[in-house]
């Protein structure tokens, strides 16, 4: 055999050996990955709460570019009506050139001295010559007109594309933010997956207990609090309003975006509790830190909204003696809690 076809001989073979290493360290890998540890219960426990709490805090990022899209659409609106409207009086306009056009036209077969000449009656036509001439400022007016409202026009719809574009890119951003929710969201049920079968029901019994219980610490019918987390602190006004509407969701689900009436986000519920007191909130915890009066800790009163974390994330209203009542996080439903729970950041009393 030749030196050059044992060598070729040898290249195959190498290839062959090196082909089957990397193959098999691909599948080393994706075993060892695959073989990661399985989280104890309580472990599970604080990952998904920290995922499912990443969520919440991406949601109200999420929740914030609601008032820019809003207006945004307030304004294509707007410039939408205004485009019609001033298309419109471009046609009109139009149509008035046209006739004035075809007025002039039945005038301008020959020149004027040659119809003066051959004019039967001299002083007619020096009459209609004079309509003619006013005919002609008629158009030249007309055109000044179109040229004003065809611009007025362009300028409108230069606007309008502009907002759109901007519309457009905070939808884009809103959009990147919501699968970031659902990222946050999958890779917790992937931590889930990894628990056993029985682990997986003890955990969907002690949510369903945790929401049953809430349920049961909700106001009767005529306002009176029931459960024994509820500090019996008299509200007054329409704080008293929105504590009472707030603890009425006890037990509800949290559902990012979610404004009632049987599942809230923590910033849909705070609106819909002053809501019902009469007070308008934007569905935004950053949004409502300025939607109301600064207060101090030692000012707060039950109705009052609390706002947590830097940058703002979360917001719960305050019930009195130490306690709050929130929509939590996904996976959690509306309870009540210790105020300190989490950093606090500020307090506002809308209204």
């Known amino acids: 055999m030749s030196i050059g076809r044992i060598n070729r001989t040898k290249g195959i073979a190498l290839a062959a050996i090196t082909s089957t290493a990397v193959a098999a360290g691909v599948l080393f890998i994706q075993g060892a990955a695959d073989a990661e540890p399985k989280p104890t219960l309580d472990q599970a426990k604080k990952q998904v709460a920290a995922l499912q709490e990443k969520a919440g805090a991406i949601g109200e990022s999420a929740n914030d570019l609601r008032g820019q899209i809003t207006a945004s659409s307030a304004r294509v609106k707007a410039l939408q009506a205004g485009i019609a409207k001033q298309q419109a009086q471009v046609d009109s306009v139009k149509r008035q050139i046209g006739s004035l056009a075809v007025a002039g036209y039945q005038t301008s077969g020959i020149s004027t001295t040659a119809q003066l000449l051959l004019s039967t009656n001299p002083d007619q036509f020096l009459s209609q010559a004079s309509t003619a001439q006013a005919f002609a400022g008629q158009q030249n007016s007309a055109l000044r007109r179109y040229q004003v409202a065809q611009g007025k026009l362009t300028d409108l719809q230069a606007s309008e594309q502009t907002e759109l574009a901007?519309?457009?890119?905070?939808?884009?951003?809103?959009?990147?933010?919501?699968?970031?929710?659902?990222?946050?969201?999958?890779?917790?049920?992937?931590?889930?997956?990894?628990?056993?079968?029985?682990?997986?029901?003890?955990?969907?019994?002690?949510?369903?207990?945790?929401?049953?219980?809430?349920?049961?610490?909700?106001?009767?019918?005529?306002?009176?609090?029931?459960?024994?987390?509820?500090?019996?602190?008299?509200?007054?006004?329409?704080?008293?309003?929105?504590?009472?509407?707030?603890?009425?969701?006890?037990?509800?689900?949290?559902?990012?975006?979610?404004?009632?009436?049987?599942?809230?986000?923590?910033?849909?519920?705070?609106?819909?509790?002053?809501?019902?007191?009469?007070?308008?909130?934007?569905?935004?915890?950053?949004?409502?830190?300025?939607?109301?009066?600064?207060?101090?800790?030692?000012?707060?009163?039950?109705?009052?909204?609390?706002?947590?974390?830097?940058?703002?994330?979360?917001?719960?209203?305050?019930?009195?003696?130490?306690?709050?009542?929130?929509?939590?996080?996904?996976?959690?439903?509306?309870?009540?809690?210790?105020?300190?729970?989490?950093?606090?950041?500020?307090?506002?009393?809308?209204?």
């Open 166 to 351: 901007a519309l457009q890119a905070v939808q884009s951003k809103q959009d990147a933010l919501k699968k970031q929710i659902q990222d946050n969201l999958d890779a917790a049920q992937k931590v889930l997956d990894k628990l056993s079968d029985a682990e997986r029901k003890r955990l969907e019994e002690e949510n369903a207990k945790e929401a049953e219980a809430a349920r049961k610490q909700r106001p009767t019918r005529s306002g009176d609090r029931t459960g024994e987390d509820i500090p019996n602190i008299p509200a007054s006004g329409r704080g008293a309003i929105a504590v009472n509407a707030a603890l009425s969701q006890l037990g509800d689900p949290y559902v990012w975006g979610a404004d009632g009436p049987s599942s809230y986000d923590c910033s849909g519920l705070t609106m819909y509790a002053w809501g019902k007191a009469g007070v308008s909130l934007s569905h935004s915890s950053k949004a409502q830190t300025g939607e109301g009066r600064r207060v101090s800790r030692s000012e707060l009163a039950p109705g009052d909204l609390v706002f947590y974390y830097s940058p703002v994330s979360h917001v719960a209203i305050y019930l009195g003696n130490g306690r709050i009542v929130h929509a939590p996080r996904p996976g959690k439903s509306v309870e009540i809690a210790p105020l300190d729970e989490m950093p606090i950041n500020s307090m506002v009393r809308p209204g």
